[in-house]
């Protein structure tokens, strides 16, 4: 069954660093998303994209944040500068088209800023 | 996209025991989703019920929707240990152009007890 990938699984990285997270989706799939969850709490929605731009963004998606579909497979999730506080495990999801509404999460990319 | 509210936050049973968790909503919605989450995994998509629905089966799984008290309800039957999660609906506003932006509350932790 196909399913979204994401490389690496665990991340560390020094504060001030840059960091690129990468995804897989589900290769027929036409929507992506970023999802992060801090440690203990509940899974939040970064950015959504579509049609090789984003479609929304939260209030977290700062500057520091980015998004791009190099190639038409992979997905990816930069953070320029990073701080203590993007530590958390970060979810790309994949969705096949517009009325079809399930998404389809990856396995997660814990990040760790020291 | 509005937040879906669980309820009860927590929720231990015995195997073999049904296990019923609620959701709440504000605004109308096009169709409603529930999730699951194991520890620190990937959310996985369980089932959808469309706003024109009442009720709907997936294995052992059992939704209901009562778009009048705007609520759903997830019934696991005969649960397992491996049903040890937390659980969360997602549902989507109706008439939004959110791309699918799923917005997750605290969830129910359900634990099974073997």
């Known amino acids: 069954e196909p399913e979204v990938t994401q490389t690496p699984s665990h991340q560390v990285t020094q504060m001030g660093q840059e960091v690129i997270l990468r995804c897989v989706p589900i290769?027929?799939?036409?929507?992506f998303y970023w999802y992060r969850q801090i440690l203990g709490q509940k899974v939040e929605f970064l950015v959504s994209?579509?049609?090789?731009?984003?479609?929304?963004k939260s209030e977290i998606f700062d500057d520091q944040f980015s998004v791009e579909r190099p190639d038409g497979s992979n997905f990816t999730l930069k953070i320029r500068s990073t701080k203590l506080e993007d530590s958390a495990m970060y979810f790309c999801?994949?969705?096949?088209?517009?009325?079809?509404?399930?998404?389809?999460f990856g396995p997660g990319t814990r990040l760790t800023v020291t | 996209s509005q937040q879906g509210e669980e309820d009860p936050q927590a929720l231990s049973i015995q195997e073999g025991e049904n296990a019923t968790m609620n959701c709440s909503y504000k605004t109308s919605i096009n169709n409603l989703q529930w999730y699951r989450q194991n520890s620190g995994r990937g959310l996985v998509h369980l089932i959808l019920?469309?706003?024109?629905?009442r009720e709907k089966h997936s294995g052992r799984l059992r939704v209901t929707l009562d778009t009048s008290k705007k609520s759903s309800s997830l019934l696991i039957t005969a649960s397992r240990a491996a049903d040890t999660a937390s659980y969360f609906c997602a549902p989507e506003d109706a008439g939004g152009t959110s791309y699918g932006k799923l917005t997750f509350g605290q969830g129910t932790i359900l634990t099974v007890h073997p």
């Open positions: 994209f579509y049609n090789n731009e984003i479609s929304e």
């Open positions: 999801a994949s969705r096949s088209w517009v009325s079809s509404y399930e998404q389809y």
């Open positions: 019920i469309r706003s024109n629905e």
């Open positions: 290769s027929n799939h036409l929507y």
